[in-house]
């Protein structure tokens, strides 16, 4: 999976803060939990994190760039947020087949 700049430097700050890991851990586990569908928990915390890169990105120099771009936008976390589920939440259940055994 690749990252845009954004969404890297924003795993790498997460990354290197413990407090900050720990949050988004269990953060992650608990959509992934309350929310089976994995492409809506991916969409949910994209959401999380938009809003976490701009309140940080107001205090944090190494996201000071990537925060508001003008017009209300901010860069895409979808790929940051599939990441991190597939990387934190246990696997989705799998489903049942009727498979008849020889």
């Known amino acids: 999976m690749s990252l ?12 290197a803060q413990p407090e ?5 851990q269990d953060k992650v586990k608990l959509v992934a939990k ?3 569908d994995r492409h809506r928990a991916a969409a949910e915390l994209a959401d999380m994190l938009q809003a976490y890169l701009l309140e940080r990105s107001t ?3 190494e996201l000071r760039e990537h925060g508001d771009q003008g017009g ?3 860069p895409s976390t979808r790929n940051l947020s ?11 259940p799998k489903k049942k087949t009727d498979r008849v055994g020889w």
């Not at 599939?82 to 989705?92: D, G, K, N, S, V």
Request: proline share 8%; aromatic share 16%; hydrophobic share 40%.
């Open 59 to 61: 205090v944090i120099a």
């Open 34 to 36: 309350e929310e089976r």
């Open 82 to 92: 599939e990441y991190w589920l597939r990387l934190w939440a246990p696997p989705p």
């Open 72 to 74: 209300g936008r901010v």
């Open 20 to 24: 900050e890991l720990s949050f988004w």
């Open 4 to 15: 845009n700049r954004s969404e890297q430097q924003l795993c790498d700050y997460v990354l």
